[in-house]
């Protein structure tokens, strides 16, 4: 057996759970991960008890403190069953409720802390400054960069108080990066205009003591006229954010994003390389982890990698992972706080344009999801509307019921369509216009519930009443049906 690499502590290994919740093959993973030396996991799914057993399994197990994390952009419920979903962030900007973003805040760390997972990969910082065709979506804070930031540190600060590192992402900003842009994508923005928008929330969420931050894979040459993608660039990371805006926290790059693109390195070794030289600390997701640790090791024998450079980015990683708070119940989420989270979901439900009627006793609801292989099925929707008293049956077409009852369209766009795609546009507003076109022939009023962000209403009939629910989630879901169940005929 190979000898144990201690560059392997810089790894971040992904681990997913299984289709039942549990992390039987993720346990298998992480044992063997842990006897090759990383620093952390980040887990994608599973159950709440199945989770805060295998950290507490995983941190037994180790000889130095782990990092493990998860992305609970929207609450705790985004990726583990058993928790609280909350709205995304674009919707609790939109509310305009500073301490309710601090109390979601407060609220997903509990959980997360109870779990074991003490790294939250979140807030997302990048502005929406690409009105049709913004990478983040929903998951902006929005596009006045002033108010990004305030909103972003406020939420970084209520996270951290709770014992759970935040993650700002994604330096130094993707929100003029459209979804079809090439792999390694170039913003084109000048220097002043960077530093004017995209840097100002940055330089918030350094001064709000953010514990983690995690690069763009993409190039700024306004900034770095080399044209190195931000996570392979000495001139954006040692240079503006070490040394200009002082921060001297831990720098997270996504290995696998690295390796896409024309000019991307030919494995994940040499990506690992090319980043840690660059100035980034930790590496998400690996998938060899002893082909990366040994490339790493042989770039500081061959004096590619400064040692120095190497041992500050192991000291961070290990300052934060003594720095984030033990697991245990001491602030375990009570019941309502749950009830808050689901009153939270509520609150951001809104109508768009008109007045949705009031549903009869039998409704119907008509799904439109693009054939997304990764949508959503409505069920939180309809068993929280059978909750309420209505027999809902899902239907394929606006066939005449003979009453004239309203028909529900719900709307799942799909990522492509949310994050401005011009082709899945089309594609949603064609099906949608059917729907509603349908419905009117058959002598009845079409609803649409919009499951995305509200600039997607130009794919609703003008005519047609429209309600807005922000995203697919499960939470979501249930906090739309509310909002037409208490409107009963």
Known sequence: MSAVSPNAELLVVALRADADGRLTAARERALAAIGQGVGGFVLFGGDQDAVR????????RTRTPLLIGADLE????????????????????????????????RLTAREARTMGVNWDLAPVVDLEVADDAALVGTRSLGADPVVVGRMAAEW??????????????????????????????????DRDALHATDLVAFRAAIDA????????????????????????????????LRQQMRYDN?????????????????????????????????????TDIAAVAGALDRALAERRLDPERVRQSARRRLKWAQWAAPPNDWRRPTASDAAWGAQLCDRVVHVVRGTPPALARAAELLVVDCGDADARPPEGFVDTLRTAGYDVRTVADASPNGTGTPLVVGVFPGPAAEHG???????????????????????RLPVVVLFAHPRLASAVPEEV?????????????????????????
């Open 53 to 60: 057993a295998f950290t507490k399994e995983m941190q037994q």
């Open 74 to 105: 929207r609450g705790a419920g985004q990726q583990f069953t058993g928790a609280t979903g909350l709205p995304p962030l674009a919707a609790l900007s939109w509310l305009g409720d500073a301490e309710a973003l601090r109390r979601a805040a």
């Open 156 to 189: 970084i600060t209520a996270c951290q108080a709770e014992g759970v590192l935040a993650c700002a992402k994604h330096f130094p900003g993707l929100g003029r990066v459209a979804l079809h842009a090439d792999d390694a994508p170039v913003v084109r923005a």
């Open 209 to 240: 003591g953010v514990a983690t931050m995690m690069t763009a894979h993409a190039a700024y040459p306004a900034l770095d006229p080399g044209g190195a993608p931000a996570t392979f660039s000495r001139e954006l990371l040692q240079w503006l």
């Open 250 to 286: 831990v720098i997270v790059a996504h290995l696998p994003a690295t390796l896409r693109g024309p000019n991307a390195p030919p494995d994940e070794g040499e990506a690992a390389v090319r980043a840690i030289a660059a100035g980034c600390d930790v590496l998400l997701a690996p």
């Open 421 to 443: 795609d011009v082709d899945a546009l089309a594609e949603v507003g064609a099906r949608v216009k059917a729907a509603c076109v349908g419905a009117v022939q058959a002598g």
């Open 465 to 489: 009443p429209l309600l807005c629910a922000w995203t697919g989630d499960v939470a979501m879901q249930r906090a739309a049906a509310r909002w037409l169940a208490a409107r009963r005929a």
